[in-house]
């Protein structure tokens, strides 16, 4: 041990500075070597912990290093070795380079970091990834790599579920706007034949005359006609769409149907109108239900009626591959373009100032597609509609 006793005052300060950098030297140097050692011994095992596949390339995505461990390598036919010294472009698709491409020119004219998304197949299954690119120095880059197909899918599986649930609101305020103005018109249209009704018949139960009774009453047949057939299409509807119609499907000779709606309609035409069954073939048959397809054509039949005011109103059939198609053509005052593209839809109408539910050409449509068929129009506003409608031929 030094002997300090013989020393002055400056000099034991002096000494004592000396000592304190000495140490302060020595405490540097260990902290310096336990440092070293701790990332010498941990370094690898934390890079090894992490999900990402850590590449470090040059600007010219050269790749010098492949910093974390072999595992996160996704890149299918390469291993840690081989990527080392390799080019990206080489070593991915030359979509996925372009991503990887573009988001690296981004950091090195920006010098910072940025982040992209590329997809790569691996064992044959698409994976999506997502690149972070760090800026190292002027030279270097550094890549972190992970396979984000997880989130990519909850991704888009949130996004198709916002969609549906969009499309839900949207349907259900649509249903709720209809249903309103179902209410409001089934509301007049129920109480313009019952207001007949109970007038006509106060009128019946004092008229005098035969004419005048007659009269009288035929009103209010027509009504209850109108009235019955709107409570019969809403009960159909209803039925339809719960599945609980039931069909009898059975070749049905379309002679007799359309002479029978011949003769069901002669009265029903306005005198100004000529309706006319066009030359069929006598013999041919379709598959349906002898009720309904006599439904369609008769709610078709009755729209022709009601919107032609006078001329002409074909109707028949003729074959089409293995179809029949049905027709009834008018020379009314036609269908405009905005109407027609939703004419099939619940609650449409050609017009909101006539009598009708809109409920009708829906229910064809229905009745038409549950017997294999279906339905369309054509339309020229002011110069009449042509109504179509398929069903199955059947060879006799």
Not at 149 to 165: F, G, I, P, V
């Amino acid at each position: 041990m030094r002997n300090y006793d013989n020393k002055t005052k400056e000099e034991l300060l002096e000494i004592i500075e000396q000592l304190e950098k000495k140490t302060e030297y020595l405490s540097s140097q260990s902290v310096c070597t336990d440092s070293e050692r701790f990332r010498e011994r941990y370094g690898m095992r934390i890079l090894d912990a992490l999900p990402d596949m850590l590449t470090v390339f040059d600007h010219d995505a050269n790749i010098i290093e492949l910093a974390s461990s072999a595992a996160t390598n996704h890149v299918e036919g390469t291993d840690s070795e081989s990527i080392i010294s390799s080019n990206v472009k080489d070593i991915l698709p030359k979509e996925a380079y372009e991503n990887v491409r573009r988001n690296m020119d981004k950091v090195i004219r920006t010098g910072k970091s940025s982040t992209a998304r590329h997809d790569l197949v691996q064992d044959g299954i698409l994976h999506h990834y997502e690149n972070r690119i760090f800026p190292l120095d002027d030279e270097y880059l550094l890549c972190m790599c992970r396979d984000i197909s997880k989130q990519w899918d909850a991704e888009q599986t949130n996004a198709r579920q916002k969609k549906e649930l969009d499309a839900a609101r949207i349907k259900a305020e649509e249903s709720d706007r209809l249903k309103s103005a179902f209410l409001a018109n089934m509301s007049h249209e129920i109480r313009t034949p019952l207001n007949a009704i109970v007038g006509f018949s106060k009128l019946l139960a004092s008229a005098e005359s035969a004419e005048e009774k007659n009269q009288y009453a035929e009103i209010i047949d027509r009504n209850s006609e109108i009235l019955l057939n709107l409570f019969n299409d809403i009960l159909d509807l209803s039925s339809l769409e719960a599945g609980s119609l039931k069909f009898n499907i059975r070749p049905i000779k379309l002679i007799d149907i359309c002479l029978q709606l011949v003769q069901q309609f002669h009265y029903k035409t306005q005198s100004s109108v000529k309706l006319i069954l066009d030359d069929v073939d006598t013999d041919m048959y379709a598959s349906g239900d002898w009720n309904r397809v006599i439904q369609v054509i008769s709610n078709l039949l009755s729209n022709a009626t009601k919107f032609t005011p006078k001329g002409e109103i074909h109707f028949g059939y003729l074959e089409k591959e293995d179809f029949v198609e049905f027709y009834v053509k008018d020379s009314g005052i036609g269908i405009a373009p905005e109407r027609a593209a939703t004419i099939f839809r619940r609650f449409g109408k050609v017009n909101d100032f006539i009598q009708g539910t809109g409920l009708g050409l829906t229910l064809c449509r229905m009745l038409v597609e549950k017997m294999g068929g279906r339905i369309w129009l054509r339309s020229q506003e002011g110069k009449g509609s042509r109504f179509y409608f398929t069903l199955p031929l059947v060879r006799v």
